[in-house]
Structures are given as structure tokens and as C-alpha cells.
């Protein structure tokens, strides 16, 4: 019965998946990060603007790293604090998810870490960034290219 | 090292595909990194007990099967059939092992975390050596060699000829007969006995950490090319093996998964793959399987994963010898289906034309058939392939078969490790 009700789950999910993908394409512009991913990149959405840097440098394949990451509203540009960001992504030419489940703990002043991030081959991947803050919820897309 | 190779002469390569090949020779292969679960790893007298217990047949509850029935050293450690053949039919085909300690993930469906916690499962599987816990501590403490050997690596052992407190036939993975026994053992005595059991795995593991992969044809024809003897990269890879090479690098996308020195990402993936022995998933309820003979489908590393988080002897638990900060690759192991559903770990490539039939079912004979089906890409049965069909020609297909044939290499390490010890 077990299996049943996985696939069953399953199958929730990927709809939840897609609407998460239809919101992103709706709602935040796409950045896409150079290879090293050495320097700053930001990404600006409706209500936020997010910049991540990964901690390893150049962006590493198929090892566990961190990423440091800032969150700023876009109207004036203030550090979010206590927002819920969850990390899902994967490679759509590939149509699987990132191999690990990235956590992400605050910081302070609006920077948070993200941890236990693996890109396991090469190519486009992108990072998704679901950040709550209050009422406001927002879907904001990393794409980056190894 | 020169990058600009024959660029006046119609160099096969560019600068970019070089420094890939260069990323999968075998000279790009690190160390063995030492392993924070087992911190014996290295030591050479639990190789010595566990190149013993690799080859020791009294690990089978019927005294005829050790890890070598199906690791058969002749054989690239492989078996050469479908699926393992040992006291039954396991339930998958039998990878070959070496260079397998660089891998975070054992199994196909990576269900343990360790080299040592994957070499415990098979001595309980009823259809592999069939054992059981107190059955093979035991046999540790009644063999004088075996005995004086672990206790110099391990420690002293308890006294187990004592069946009151250790009963035959315990363990928490057997029957319920075997379950009850095992309950009624105190928590101390059940903990001294996963003791022994843990360390028969670092045994078998710091012994399994000395099969090496060893420098195949493609390696040296890469090391002739980065060290631009043009003549010799002639003479050692033919024109059709090189376009198999440039295939596999290019076009067919090989190399995204089966990347690095051991032609593997360690990855797990779903490339579409039936086990016709398994029933389809389909829509029909789950019940179905209690009226048929047939398994369920194989769900691969989303049920492996599962496993790994729950087992007592992952990097987290009471005997692995890591601390929390080690184990990163298990705390953050994704488990969503997207990732895991119908997905199997990528094998490594060297001495892939050796180590037939394929996949995680042994669906395939042949490398032919294997191509064929990239080519085609049919879709997946439990969740959804990642494959799009390749297109390749005909030639193309024999071309990439050809170069794979390039990756035959001997095992790199010293005779005795291959042969059952002789004392």
C-alpha cells in the first residue's frame, strides 16, 4: 500500500513543482552566474532582491559546498531578517532535482546560509529560492552554468 | 603542458576538451581520501583480517559462499551474470568494486553511506551469505587467527561462548524467530555484539581500499597527448576509437554523469531502465503485489536513501567513528522523487567491456545493447528518465563501443590482494 501512496504523493508534488516553475517565470527575472562563480551575483524580484556568493571558489562540481547570500527588500533596499527560505532546483534539459537538500540558517542582518549544495554534473542547473517573509512570499530563480 | 596540440596540423582536440580528457585520466585521480567512518581504514592489520574475511567461505551460514563468490577477482570482482548468484538470487547485478572506497554511496540505490556498513549487508541477506550477527561474532572469537588478529586491531572481545548472554542466531535484520533473540539479548550485550559485527565491515573495507583502478590504453593515450608525443598518441588509440572518444566527450553527453577519473559522478540517476523480473508500477493500487509472485517495482534510491538515514550504522550513528561535520554528503542527501525516483547510482566506466551484463538489473549482454538504448531513450517505468534519444548513426555507435573497449586496465594493486590468502 506504501507505494501506492507514494506515487500518489508523488504525483502531488511534481503539480506543486510545476506551479512553483510557472510562478518563477512569472514573477523574478533569471540571472545566470559565469562558471567561477567567484564574484557577487543578485537576483531582483518583486519584493526581493537576493545576491549569493559561493563559498568555494570556483564553483565546485559534484562536491558539497555553501553559499553566503543576502536578502534586501527591493523598494528601499533594507536587510530582511527572519525570513523562511527554502532551496529546491535541478536541471531542466535533464528534468531531475538537485541531487542533496540544501538547508539555510540566518545569520544576521539579512544574510543567510546556504549549505549542503551539490552540482553533480556538468552543464545548466538552476537554483530556486523560495523566500517567505511575513505575508509576503516570493520565487526567485538562480541559473547558473558548470 | 602544452594546450595548443598540432593546432597547425588539424589537431583532433581543442583547448577546452583537452583540459576535459585531462580531468579523466587517471593521473587526475586524487589520493584516496581517508575515511573519517573508519578509523581503520588504513591500517594494515585490519587489511590483513579483512582480505581474510573476503575470502573466508565459513561466512555464509552454509559454509560455501564468502564475498568473492560474486567479487571474483578473476573477474574485475564482478560475476559475470544478471543478477548475484549466492545462497539465492539477489535481487540486483553484482558491481565491480575497484576504486569503489572513493565513492560516498554504496549499492545501486546507495543505501549505505560507508565502505564498511556495505560490506555488513550482504553476510545477513538471506539470498547473499545468509548469516547473522552473533553467528559471525562468533566465529571471530572461535577462530584462534581470527581471534588474535582482531583483538590486536580492535580490541579485546567479550566472552560469546557464553549462549545465555549471546545466543545463536540473533539479529534485529533477520525472521521474527532471529528478532525476539535478539530482543532478548541486553542492551549492552546487543551493542557489544553491533561492535563486532561494524568492525568485521572496517575489516573487509580497509582490504577493499587496496583494489585500485590501474592506467588503462585511453590513460596513456591522454598522457601522450598532454605530454604532445603526437606518435605515440597514434599508436595508441586508432582513428575510430578517438571519434568514440570525441563522441563521448561531445555529442552523446557521456561525460556529464560518467565525469572524472573514474568515470563516474557518484550520482544517482534514472536513465529509463526495467526490470522485466519486477512488476510495472502502472496506476494499479499497491495491493496487487500481495496477489502476484512478482517483486515491486524497483523504486532505486528513493527507497535507498530511506535506508541510509535509518540505518544504525551510518556516518551518524553509535559506530561510526566520524563526527557530525564528516557527513555531510548523508544530512544533506536530497530524498525528493524528483532526484531519487527510479534512480540508480552511475557506475564506473573502467573495465566496462569486462564487466557485462549492465545495469542495475543486468538488463543488457552487451555494450551494443546498452548504446541502443541511449540512442533510444525509451521512457522510464517508475519515474521519468532523464535520457533524450541521441540519434547517433550506426558508425557513431560502433565508434563510442570502440573507445569504451580503451578503458580495460588491470586492477592497481599487489598480487597477494587478488588471491585468497594463503595462511
Redesign the interface.
Known amino acids: 500500500?506504501?507505494?501506492?501512496?507514494?506515487?500518489l504523493?508523488?504525483k502531488f508534488?511534481?503539480a506543486r513543482?510545476l506551479s512553483h516553475a510557472a510562478l518563477i517565470v512569472g514573477s523574478a527575472l533569471a540571472c545566470v552566474s559565469d562558471a567561477a562563480g567567484n564574484s557577487w551575483q543578485t537576483i531582483s524580484g518583486k519584493y526581493f532582491a537576493v545576491s549569493y556568493q559561493s563559498q568555494t571558489v570556483p564553483l565546485p562540481?559534484?562536491r558539497?559546498h555553501s553559499w553566503q547570500t543576502t536578502i534586501k527588500t527591493v523598494d528601499d533596499g533594507r536587510p530582511v531578517e527572519g525570513a523562511v527560505v527554502k532551496i529546491y532546483g535541478?536541471m531542466p534539459a535533464?528534468?531531475?532535482?538537485?541531487?542533496?537538500?540544501?538547508?539555510t540558517t540566518e545569520v544576521g542582518n539579512g544574510r543567510y546560509l546556504i549549505?549542503?549544495l551539490?552540482f553533480?554534473?556538468?552543464?545548466d542547473w538552476e537554483v530556486w529560492l523560495d523566500v517567505t517573509y511575513g505575508s509576503l512570499s516570493e520565487k526567485l530563480v538562480f541559473k547558473l552554468s558548470l | 603542458m602544452p594546450f595548443s596540440l598540432r593546432a597547425d596540423s588539424g589537431s583532433p582536440w581543442t583547448g577546452a576538451e583537452i583540459a576535459l580528457l585531462r580531468l579523466q585520466w587517471i593521473g587526475s585521480l586524487e589520493k584516496l581520501p581517508t575515511d573519517p567512518t573508519n578509523r581503520y581504514a588504513d591500517d594494515p592489520q585490519a587489511a590483513w583480517l579483512g582480505h581474510r574475511l573476503f575470502f573466508d567461505r565459513r561466512f555464509s551460514i552454509n559454509g560455501r559462499i564468502s564475498c568473492a563468490t560474486c567479487h571474483q577477482p578473476d573477474n574485475n570482482f564482478t560475476d559475470g551474470v544478471i543478477k548475484g548468484r549466492a545462497i539465492g538470487e539477489a535481487r540486483r547485478n553484482t558491481p565491480a568494486i575497484s576504486g569503489i572506497a572513493y565513492s560516498p554511496w554504496f549499492f545501486w540505490d546507495g543505501r549505505t553511506d560507508s565502505l564498511w556498513s556495505q560490506a555488513l549487508e550482504p553476510l545477513e541477506s538471506p539470498v547473499e551469505q545468509g548469516g547473522n550477527r552473533t553467528f559471525y561474532a562468533r566465529l571471530i572469537y572461535s577462530d584462534p587467527v581470527y581471534k588474535k588478529s582482531y583483538e590486536l586491531t580492535f580490541g579485546a572481545l567479550p566472552d560469546l561462548s557464553d549462549r545465555i548472554r549471546f545466543p545463536d542466531g540473533a539479529t534485529p535484520a533477520g525472521n521474527i524467530a532471529q528478532k525476539k533473540k535478539w530482543d532478548l539479548m541486553s542492551a549492552k550485550d546487543r551493542r557489544e555484539v553491533n561492535r563486532i559485527f561494524s568492525n568485521i565491515g572496517k575489516a573487509i573495507a580497509a582490504y577493499e581500499r587496496k583494489l585500485l583502478p590501474g592506467t588503462s590504453r585511453f590513460d596513456r593515450y591522454v598522457e601522450a597527448l598532454l605530454n604532445n608525443r603526437i606518435e605515440e598518441t597514434d599508436a595508441t588509440m586508432t582513428h575510430k576509437e578517438v571519434a568514440g572518444l570525441k563522441l563521448f566527450i561531445g555529442k552523446a553527453m557521456c561525460?556529464?554523469?560518467h565525469?572524472?577519473p573514474l568515470f563516474t559522478?557518484?550520482?544517482?540517476?534514472?536513465i529509463g531502465i526495467t526490470d522485466p523480473a519486477t512488476l510495472k508500477?502502472g496506476?494499479?493500487?499497491?495491493?496487487i503485489?500481495l496477489f502476484t509472485d512478482r517483486p515491486?517495482?524497483d523504486?532505486g534510491r528513493?527507497r535507498g536513501i530511506r535506508r541510509a538515514l535509518k540505518s544504525e550504522f551510518n556516518c551518524l550513528g553509535e559506530y561510526s567513528d566520524a563526527q557530525e561535520g564528516d557527513c555531510?554528503?548523508l544530512?544533506?542527501?536530497?530524498?525528493?522523487?524528483?532526484?531519487t525516483?527510479g534512480?540508480f547510482k552511475v557506475p564506473s566506466l573502467r573495465n566496462v567491456a569486462q564487466t557485462g551484463p549492465y545495469m542495475h538489473a543486468g538488463v543488457f549482454a552487451s555494450l551494443e545493447e546498452v548504446l541502443k538504448h541511449y540512442n533510444t531513450a525509451p521512457p522510464a517505468s517508475v519515474?521519468?528518465?532523464?535520457l533524450a534519444p541521441l540519434n547517433l548513426s550506426e558508425q557513431e555507435l560502433e565508434q563510442l563501443e570502440a573507445f569504451l573497449r580503451t578503458l580495460d586496465s588491470p586492477v592497481n594493486a599487489e598480487t597477494r590482494w587478488f588471491k585468497r590468502p594463503s595462511s
Open positions: 500500500m506504501e507505494s501506492a501512496i507514494q506515487m504523493y508523488g508534488k511534481m513543482y562540481l559534484n558539497i535541478g535533464h528534468r531531475h532535482g538537485l541531487p542533496t537538500q540544501p538547508r549549505r549542503g551539490k553533480s554534473m556538468m552543464g | 561525460v556529464t554523469c565525469q572524472g559522478n557518484n550520482s544517482f540517476h534514472n508500477p496506476y494499479l493500487p499497491a495491493i503485489y515491486e517495482p523504486y528513493y555531510v554528503e544530512i544533506y542527501a536530497g530524498r525528493h522523487h524528483r532526484a525516483l534512480a519515474g521519468r528518465s532523464e
